[in-house]
């Protein structure tokens, strides 16, 4: 029954998609988070007091005991390096002109790390452990959006 | 020995056309409500069972996962199931068998949907349902095959419009009482339902269940756990699941033998011998009204056919012999898809409980059954329901000691609890979200047909319609396949069928999967091939749409030759056949 294909390109195939896009909300969590980003330049968490834990960006719910949580905990702006990449190719395996630096930083105050471009790395090599600062778009230019943060960069 | 498994909470939110909620936010909404009304806390839930649509449906790939922490899965054993519409229903199986078995004493199952993050419409998710070689050329609109199996029973039992849309007027009544309802309608008319907007033929706007979102979460515990967390749990008596063949076009569309198969396994484990006499409430699954009656008779509480005439008695009301949907069911409340499963083994954990408030079904019912439908159209998922004193016992529990249980007892929530979440959001709040993001998934399909459908394609492009022969069960299949799938072995040879056949049902459509408005109606239909013991989908062409009949007779139109290149659409149409083919 299993017959070995010769000429593969003769074989009877349809091309097609999946015709949809999506519009996602950011929810009741993400609605303050990405406000006070794109009014105040600020990065809010939500506490739970109970787990001590921070989470950033801010949620609802606590997921380790779901207590309702208040996306009140401002944290930030400095942080620290919890583990970085530096990326030479881009989604399809080309080349990049110029490598991306990507990393995971804790802000301080949140137990949560947030992932995001480094910038402004310098000539210093990068550490895991260093301080950082998130960089906030000026006011005019923000939008409420991930991309209100141009990054986070080395501090001294 | 299975061990004796109940329901001992549930909660749900809203079901919103639009929630500001996050999917996340949703389940955990609903989860939170289902743990507070029986007033556990987290770390009480040993395991969680969680549902949602595909992935592809909302585009967030590994969605249970996604999931996860909305629905209490931190640091716990979790699954994700899923079989389509069925789902809800069977996520309450799957939390049943995970206590059942012993691995687990508390699980919350958790049902989530958010469908109103797909653009443009969620139907375009569910294209992919349709076979890709052999359907999607033919620019199928799922629709189809809820119009062509509508029109199938009307046909059968010759059935009035009328009948079909009295389900509709019942569970959109139903639902005005609901908190959580999305179209409660207390004044609603058979007439308003003919007057709608005529979609598929026969299937008009309000036929159809709304798009939706929203989460239900139920409580599911061991005998013993669930002595000690309520005096009134509702038992899991029975359950069962069978599948039909993935060929919908060769199943009966008259009479759901997938849904009689798990009804039958769910009543032989719960004790039910008599269905009709023994089952006092039934949530059977309605995202078209026709559904409900359809599934009323494959749970076997109506003869097939007998279901509408029940309900022109009354007998399906509230307040009638055999309250169906008294939740109001997806028509009514909403059909955010797995969720709306689960609603039904909420809807009868309040009912059994006496809970459900102005829903109550009165006469204090002790036995209930919750069914849903789904997959490729072809999964009949069933649960059997009861309260103590008709529920089979399994004997006393081995552990339970009625000190603990008296120490522990907790006091009996008496109003169902519903999450005050599923804020609708309007059309501009969802344009204008802050933060809102736009994306598509860039993925691009190449479908190989196969070895028997590339056959069957070469054939078509000789101007040949080909089966493929059984000679275990004696069937000629159209679409031909390479293997029998009741036999379950190799088909035997290749078999010439005639390039006629008969319309098994049709459609008449309107509407393209987007639900714009097409210039010219579309006649899909099914069509029985002469020769063969099955069919495939197709247009019709060269007949008015008043004109076609199920039963009719029709005849391949080929393209030219010269313009054929293997494909489904070698075959432009079928027409009614006007004379004898020769060799006839």
């Known amino acids: ?156 | 020995m299975a061990r004796r498994v109940a329901v001992v909470g549930a909660g749900m939110t809203k079901f919103v056309r639009r929630a500001q909620e996050t999917g996340k936010e949703l389940a955990w909404e609903a989860s939170r409500a289902a743990l507070d009304s029986c007033e556990l806390t987290l770390d009480q839930v040993d395991a969680v069972c969680l549902t949602s649509a595909p992935d592809a449906f909302d585009g967030v790939h590994m969605k249970g996962e996604y999931l996860s922490d909305g629905a209490g899965a931190f640091g716990k054993p979790f699954i994700r199931t899923y079989v389509g519409g069925g789902s809800g229903v069977f996520t309450a199986i799957q939390a049943w068998y995970t206590v059942a078995s012993g691995m687990a004493d508390v699980v919350l199952a958790v049902a989530e949907e958010k469908m109103s993050s797909t653009q443009p419409h969620p139907q375009g998710a569910f294209l992919t349902i349709f076979d890709n070689v052999l359907e999607r050329p033919l620019g199928p609109n799922l629709l189809w095959i809820f119009a062509l199996e509508m029109n199938r029973y009307m046909s059968a039992y010759d059935l009035d419009k009328r009948d079909i849309a009295q389900i509709a007027v019942k569970n959109k009544r139903n639902a005005a009482g609901h908190p959580a309802a999305l179209l409660g309608q207390s004044d609603i008319t058979v007439e308003d339902v003919l007057g709608s907007e005529t979609l598929a033929w026969p299937v008009q706007r309000l036929d159809v269940s709304p798009i939706s979102d929203g989460a239900v979460a139920v409580v599911v515990a061991s005998e013993e756990a669930a002595r000690r967390i309520t005096d009134r749990p509702v038992w899991i008596d029975g359950v069962g699941w069978n599948l039909d063949t993935t060929y919908w076009t060769n199943r009966d569309l008259v009479f759901p033998e997938y849904v009689a198969n798990a009804a039958r396994m769910a009543y032989d484990m719960a004790g039910v011998t008599e269905p009709r006499k023994q089952i006092h409430v039934a949530e059977p699954y309605d995202p078209f009204d026709y559904k409900e009656l359809h599934h009323l008779e494959g749970l076997l509480l109506f003869e097939p056919g007998k279901a509408p005439e029940a309900a022109r008695d009354g007998v399906l009301n509230r307040d009638g012999d055999l309250p169906s949907c008294p939740s109001g069911g997806l028509l009514g409340v909403g059909n955010p898809i797995a969720a709306a499963g689960l609603m039904k083994i909420a809807e009868l954990y309040w009912q059994l409980r006496g809970d459900a408030g102005e829903r109550q079904v009165p006469g204090t019912p002790e036995r209930g059954v919750a069914q849903a439908w789904g997959d490729l159209m072809q999964v009949g998922t069933v649960v059997v329901m009861g309260r103590d004193g008709v529920s089979r016992s399994s004997g006393p529990s081995p552990t339970a000691s009625p000190d603990t249980a008296a120490a522990t007892s907790l006091p009996v929530v008496q109003t169902p609890p519903y999450a005050t979440a599923g804020h609708p959001l309007s059309e501009t709040e969802f344009r204008g979200a802050v933060g809102a993001v736009d994306h598509a998934v860039d993925a691009r399909y190449e479908w190989d047909a196969g070895v028997a459908v590339g056959r069957f394609l070469d054939g078509l492009g000789e101007g040949r319609i080909l089966g493929r022969e059984c000679r275990g069960c004696g069937r000629v299949l159209v679409p031909p396949r390479m293997f029998c799938e009741r036999c379950f072995r190799a088909t035997d040879s290749w078999v010439d069928v005639r390039h006629s056949g008969s319309v098994e049902t049709f459609s008449i459509c309107h509407v393209a999967w987007d639900m714009t408005p097409l210039d010219e109606p579309e006649l899909p239909a099914v069509i029985s091939i002469d020769g063969s013991d099955g069919g495939f989908l197709h247009l019709l062409g060269e007949v008015a749409p008043d004109d076609v009949r199920v039963g009719m007779a029709v005849e391949a139109v080929w393209k030219p030759e010269v313009e054929r290149t293997g494909s489904i659409l070698d075959i432009a149409y079928f027409r009614p056949r006007a004379h004898e083919e020769p060799g006839d």
């Open chain 1, 1 to 156: 029954m299993l017959e070995k294909l010769e000429r593969p390109d003769e074989v009877r195939r349809w091309n097609g998609r999946i015709p949809v896009s999506h519009r996602y909300t950011p929810g009741v969590a993400g609605d303050v988070f990405f406000t006070a980003l794109r009014d105040r330049g600020v990065l809010l968490g939500s506490r739970c007091d109970s787990c001590d834990y921070t989470y950033v960006p801010a949620r609802l719910f606590c997921e380790r005991c779901f207590a309702e949580l208040s996306a009140d905990a401002e944290v930030g702006p400095g942080g620290r390096l919890v583990s970085f990449t530096i990326s030479y190719t881009g989604l399809e395996g080309e080349p990049l002109e110029q490598a991306v630096a990507i990393g995971l930083v804790r802000p301080d105050g949140a137990d949560a790390a947030i992932v995001h471009r480094i910038v402004d790395t310098g000539d210093e090599p990068l550490e895991i452990g260093q301080r950082m600062e998130v960089v906030v778009k000026p006011e005019e230019e923000r939008t409420g959006s991930i991309h209100d943060i141009d990054g986070f960069r080395p501090a001294g």
